[in-house]
Protein backbone atom coordinates (compact mmCIF):
# COMPACT_ATOMS: atom_id res chain seq x y z
CA UNK A 1 0.00 0.00 0.00
CA UNK A 2 1.72 3.43 -0.99
CA UNK A 3 1.58 6.57 1.48
CA UNK A 4 -1.32 8.30 0.31
CA UNK A 5 -3.68 5.46 0.03
CA UNK A 6 -2.62 5.03 3.98
CA UNK A 7 -2.92 8.63 4.09
CA UNK A 8 -6.50 8.86 2.72
CA UNK A 9 -7.44 5.12 4.71
CA UNK A 10 -6.68 7.56 8.39
CA UNK A 11 -8.36 10.44 7.24
CA UNK A 12 -11.68 8.38 6.28
CA UNK A 13 -11.20 7.20 10.18
CA UNK A 14 -10.51 10.32 11.59
CA UNK A 15 -13.08 12.43 9.53
CA UNK A 16 -15.50 9.86 11.09
CA UNK A 17 -15.19 10.29 14.47
CA UNK A 18 -14.79 14.33 13.64
CA UNK A 19 -18.52 13.83 12.29
CA UNK A 20 -20.11 11.18 14.58
CA UNK A 21 -18.35 13.45 17.39
CA UNK A 22 -20.53 16.87 16.11
CA UNK A 23 -23.59 16.16 16.49
CA UNK A 24 -24.72 16.70 12.62
CA UNK A 25 -25.75 12.88 12.04
CA UNK A 26 -26.69 13.71 8.64
CA UNK A 27 -23.00 14.13 7.79
CA UNK A 28 -22.81 10.21 9.14
CA UNK A 29 -24.77 8.02 6.19
CA UNK A 30 -22.06 10.18 3.44
CA UNK A 31 -19.42 7.61 4.68
CA UNK A 32 -20.16 4.55 3.71
CA UNK A 33 -21.47 3.27 -0.04
CA UNK A 34 -24.87 2.58 -0.95
CA UNK A 35 -25.13 -0.81 -0.29
CA UNK A 36 -23.30 -0.77 3.17
CA UNK A 37 -23.40 -2.63 6.21
CA UNK A 38 -23.42 -1.45 9.44
CA UNK A 39 -23.51 -3.67 12.57
CA UNK A 40 -22.82 -3.33 16.17
CA UNK A 41 -22.04 -6.69 18.49
CA UNK A 42 -21.19 -7.59 21.17
CA UNK A 43 -17.55 -9.10 21.55
CA UNK A 44 -18.71 -12.66 23.17
CA UNK A 45 -21.60 -13.19 19.92
CA UNK A 46 -18.55 -11.88 17.32
CA UNK A 47 -16.21 -14.76 18.66
CA UNK A 48 -18.95 -17.02 19.02
CA UNK A 49 -20.16 -16.57 15.55
CA UNK A 50 -23.29 -16.22 16.55
CA UNK A 51 -25.49 -13.18 14.27
CA UNK A 52 -27.08 -11.16 16.91
CA UNK A 53 -25.89 -7.94 16.57
CA UNK A 54 -28.27 -5.14 18.74
CA UNK A 55 -27.82 -2.94 15.80
CA UNK A 56 -27.92 -4.03 12.02
CA UNK A 57 -28.15 -1.56 9.17
CA UNK A 58 -28.01 -2.95 5.60
CA UNK A 59 -27.56 0.06 3.36
CA UNK A 60 -27.23 3.73 3.42
CA UNK A 61 -31.13 4.11 3.50
CA UNK A 62 -31.58 2.38 6.33
CA UNK A 63 -28.79 4.50 8.23
CA UNK A 64 -30.76 7.13 6.90
CA UNK A 65 -33.30 5.98 8.44
CA UNK A 66 -31.59 5.87 11.87
CA UNK A 67 -30.46 9.39 11.45
CA UNK A 68 -34.23 10.45 11.31
CA UNK A 69 -35.05 8.33 14.30
CA UNK A 70 -31.94 10.14 16.15
CA UNK A 71 -33.20 13.62 15.42
CA UNK A 72 -37.07 13.16 15.61
CA UNK A 73 -38.31 10.54 17.00
CA UNK A 74 -36.40 8.26 19.72
CA UNK A 75 -36.68 10.11 23.25
CA UNK A 76 -33.39 10.01 25.12
CA UNK A 77 -31.15 12.29 27.45
CA UNK A 78 -28.83 14.21 25.03
CA UNK A 79 -25.01 13.47 25.52
CA UNK A 80 -22.09 14.41 23.94
CA UNK A 81 -19.52 12.07 22.88
CA UNK A 82 -15.65 11.73 21.91
CA UNK A 83 -14.45 9.03 20.01
CA UNK A 84 -10.55 8.15 20.14
CA UNK A 85 -9.42 5.42 17.26
CA UNK A 86 -6.22 4.11 16.94
CA UNK A 87 -4.54 4.02 13.51
CA UNK A 88 -6.27 1.08 11.00
CA UNK A 89 -4.59 -1.54 10.89
CA UNK A 90 -4.66 -3.04 6.83
CA UNK A 91 -5.30 -6.81 6.59
CA UNK A 92 -5.92 -7.26 2.96
CA UNK A 93 -6.41 -5.38 -0.26
CA UNK A 94 -8.49 -7.08 -2.56
CA UNK A 95 -9.08 -5.01 -5.44
CA UNK A 96 -10.83 -1.73 -5.25
CA UNK A 97 -11.46 -2.87 -0.84
CA UNK A 98 -9.10 -2.70 1.63
CA UNK A 99 -10.29 -4.81 5.15
CA UNK A 100 -8.68 -3.24 8.25
CA UNK A 101 -8.97 -2.93 11.59
CA UNK A 102 -8.77 -0.17 14.50
CA UNK A 103 -9.80 -0.18 18.17
CA UNK A 104 -12.23 2.44 19.84
CA UNK A 105 -12.69 4.20 22.73
CA UNK A 106 -15.84 6.17 22.85
CA UNK A 107 -16.23 8.59 26.21
CA UNK A 108 -19.71 9.95 26.96
CA UNK A 109 -20.57 13.50 28.90
CA UNK A 110 -23.91 14.06 29.44
CA UNK A 111 -24.93 17.43 30.76
CA UNK A 112 -24.21 18.91 34.03
CA UNK A 113 -22.55 15.03 34.94
CA UNK A 114 -18.60 13.77 34.48
CA UNK A 115 -17.57 12.18 31.98
CA UNK A 116 -17.31 8.45 31.73
CA UNK A 117 -16.03 5.91 29.17
CA UNK A 118 -19.00 4.80 27.14
CA UNK A 119 -17.86 1.88 25.15
CA UNK A 120 -15.11 -0.03 23.69
CA UNK A 121 -14.31 -2.56 21.06
CA UNK A 122 -12.73 -2.50 17.63
CA UNK A 123 -13.84 -1.42 14.09
CA UNK A 124 -13.09 -4.53 11.33
CA UNK A 125 -14.17 -2.72 8.13
CA UNK A 126 -14.00 -3.21 4.53
CA UNK A 127 -13.46 0.15 2.89
CA UNK A 128 -14.08 0.68 -0.69
CA UNK A 129 -12.25 3.24 -3.09
CA UNK A 130 -14.93 5.04 -4.83
CA UNK A 131 -14.69 7.58 -7.13
CA UNK A 132 -15.83 9.86 -4.11
CA UNK A 133 -13.22 8.49 -2.11
CA UNK A 134 -12.99 6.24 0.61
CA UNK A 135 -16.25 4.77 2.11
CA UNK A 136 -17.28 2.23 4.13
CA UNK A 137 -18.83 -0.98 2.75
CA UNK A 138 -18.82 -2.88 5.72
CA UNK A 139 -18.25 -1.51 8.96
CA UNK A 140 -18.52 -3.96 12.30
CA UNK A 141 -18.38 -2.46 15.58
CA UNK A 142 -17.40 -5.30 17.93
CA UNK A 143 -18.09 -3.99 21.46
CA UNK A 144 -16.16 -5.49 24.79
CA UNK A 145 -18.17 -5.37 27.43
CA UNK A 146 -21.70 -7.43 27.34
CA UNK A 147 -23.00 -4.57 29.43
CA UNK A 148 -24.17 -1.25 27.63
CA UNK A 149 -25.44 1.54 29.86
CA UNK A 150 -28.99 2.23 28.84
CA UNK A 151 -29.04 2.06 25.31
CA UNK A 152 -27.06 2.90 22.21
CA UNK A 153 -28.44 6.09 20.11
CA UNK A 154 -25.90 7.39 18.57
CA UNK A 155 -23.89 5.80 15.74
CA UNK A 156 -20.17 4.05 17.56
Not at 18 to 40: E, K, Q
Not at 58 to 87: C, N, W
Not at 134 to 144: I, Q, T, W
Request: charged content about 25%.
Amino acid sequence: MDFQTYYDLHRLFADYAIAVDSGNWDLWPDFFTDDCSYRLQPRENHERGFPLATLSFESKGMLRDRVYGIKETLFHDPYYQRHVISAPVVRKEEGQRIHCEANYAVFRTKLSQESTVFNVGRYIDVVERTAEGMKFASKLVVYDSEMIPNSIIYPI
